[in-house]
């Protein structure tokens, strides 16, 4: 089946600078790309996402980019905001299964 | 409002006692989910349907069953719990596959 890594597990950043996350996947099936936030004690909401006939998209200050030569995908958070800490996952899928990354918590520091 | 909503919320049980959790979503969406999210492993695929009864495994299927008679509910079922399988369970629901998915708010079961 498919793997997807992501990294860093933990990241901390100044608030107002840039956060990126990265996952690697290795079915070359793959085709969909979302990202969950999860507030701590809160379920997973999808933030965006991105298809494999795309490069990459946007929605205000997240951005999202995929390598498919690579097989890589990234998450970037600009101008980050106290809101903006959470735990966030990445997942892929190309059939009927989806796989999530193991998460980052992302803290930004006010 | 649309959602997925999942109860109980918390569980306590023994060993060996029968549970079901359960998952119903409002929104016509096909494929559902299970999914438990433990420390350091993200989160992992129990059992998928993609309508009503289809169902399938995902990752992490042992101990579990699943059922699905209508195509708004997708109940979890443990015959036998043991404390591995103490963790945070999502239900999940989206259109159809290769969709995003809406998760329920969670159960967290404890298995003592």
Redesign the interface.
Known sequence: ?ENVE?HPSTLSVQEGDSAVIKCTYSDSAS??F?W?KQELG?????II?IRSNVGEKKDQRIAVTLNKTAKHFSLHITETQPEDSAVY?C?A?G?????????TSLTVIP | EAQVTQNPRYLITVTGKKLTVTCSQNMNHEYMSWYRQDPGLGLRQIYYSMNVEVTDKGDVPEGYKVSRKEKRNFPLILESPSPNQTSLYFCASSFRRGEGYTFGSGTRLTVV
């Open positions: 089946g992501q085709n969909y979302p969950y809160k379920r997973p909401q999808l996402d996952f997942a899928s059939g009927n299964q989806f796989y999530f990354g193991t998460g």
